[in-house]
């Protein structure tokens, strides 16, 4: 989970045209000569990145569902965007499960609603009320990275309009049968996917190398979850293109690499340039969250997750190209020391898909760490 971050919501038409315009000339200008220089001619626009998402005729009305009976989450927490997408991604998999429409309702929810339509239009097809007092709580979910029992729901079907009272709803189980709808709910506009290609075209032309993404989380500062650290994402990023490079017989690995924290982001793609063999490095720094998210799922070959407690990397990976979901790395290692009463709520298998794979941390050295064994969480 993550605390709530302000950013401007919209990004205009002629805003976009102007970030074309200037994205080289800020790569160039910004963070460390050696990786700005390297930056503007690294990364591919391979074979497998920026997928067209196919237009079709059903509309966010169809897609969402039209049912007689409601169903609605307590967003009261709210959170950052990412927090939001698991409320939405519940709403829309449990409803289909159920046969039940969603909505949002309360403050929080209106207040994400034109950010959030403008970045993904097909969320057009749900309600957002600012206020209802209108509906039946269930005490479900309540467990934040662990899936509930259903028959909780199902036994409440005599219930016009039910209310599930957990916050955050973390498991992918909730929506996974429904991912290919899910993609679709998330699907970019198509002012992200302009700006997103033609930012891809100017940074990364006519490169054919692998891209292993990185994403690094430096916000949790307080909380219970671990920060990136910056020994792990560098021997983690060694490791994993070695990885790749044996495993799938290439010869080049470039990175890129996604933060909360840009400074921090060009400083890994430095020391990633200067102390791995991995090729070139390109920090992502301009771009909003829902730009960042998007690139990532068209873009990204493999991933690597620092911190996989990050709520919004998890979404990078989520929503990554099916082919690559066997190429995503996050680290075992989760929660701070002090956060033990905090693990209660999690099972791993119900948070982290089944097609990830595990790395973790031993005496300064990353090795992959086999999900049959315990987690060690801290």
Same mark, same amino acid.
């Given at each position: ?235 983690? &990023? ?6 790749? $490079? =044996?495993?799938?017989? +290439? ?5 890129? !690499? ?80 002090? &956060? ?6 999690? $099972? =791993?298998?119900?948070? +982290? ?5 595990? !790395? ?19």
């Amino acid at each position: 989970m993550v605390m709530r971050r302000k950013y401007a919501p919209f990004i205009s038409v002629t805003l976009l045209a102007c970030l074309l315009v200037f994205t080289s000339v800020f790569l160039f200008m910004d963070g460390d000569d050696k990786v700005a220089s390297k930056s503007i001619v690294m990364a591919k626009l391979s074979t497998t990145t920026m997928e067209s998402i196919e237009a079709d005729d059903e509309t966010p009305q169809t897609l969402w569902g039209n049912y007689s009976k409601r169903l609605t989450v307590n967003s009261a927490a709210c959170g950052g965007m990412a927090n939001m997408l698991f409320r939405l991604a519940f709403l829309f998999g449990v409803g289909k499960r159920l046969k039940r429409k969603a909505y949002m309702y309360d403050e929080c929810a209106v207040d994400y609603k034109l950010e959030l339509i403008s970045y993904f239009p097909n969320l057009a097809g749900l309600e957002f009320r600012l206020e209802d007092r209108n509906y039946t709580p269930i005490n479900f979910g309540e467990l934040d990275w662990t899936m509930d029992d259903f028959k909780k729901l199902e036994n409440a079907s005599n219930v016009d309009t039910i209310m599930v009272t957990g916050q955050y709803l973390q498991s992918f189980k909730y929506f996974h049968k429904y991912k290919p709808a899910i993609r679709k709910v998330f699907r970019p506009s198509k002012a992200i996917q302009a700006f997103i290609k033609g930012y891809v075209d100017n940074a990364f032309p006519n490169s054919t190398s692998h891209k292993l993404c990185i994403h690094i989380r430096r916000g949790f500062e307080g909380h219970y979850m671990i920060v990136s650290e910056p020994h792990f994402t560098l021997h983690a &990023a060694q490791t994993v293109s070695d990885y790749l $490079k =044996e495993s799938l017989n +290439i010869s080049e690995v470039d990175a890129i !690499i996604f933060s909360d924290d840009r400074d921090f982001a060009r400083m890994a793609a430095a020391a990633i340039m200067n102390k791995t063999d991995i090729g070139l490095a390109h920090a992502s720094v301009i771009m909003n969250r829902a730009e960042e998210m998007s690139m990532a799922h068209s873009v990204c070959d493999s991933m690597i997750l620092t911190s996989a407690g990050s709520t919004f990397g998890w979404w990078m990976g989520y929503l990554m190209r099916e082919e690559a979901q066997k190429r995503v790395f996050y680290n075992g290692l989760m929660f701070k020391e002090r &956060a033990k009463n905090m693990m209660r709520q999690f $099972k =791993e298998n119900d948070y +982290i898909p089944p097609k990830w794979r595990r !790395i973790q941390e031993f005496d300064h050295e990353v090795f992959f760490y086999s999900r049959k064994k315990p987690s060690i969480l801290y």
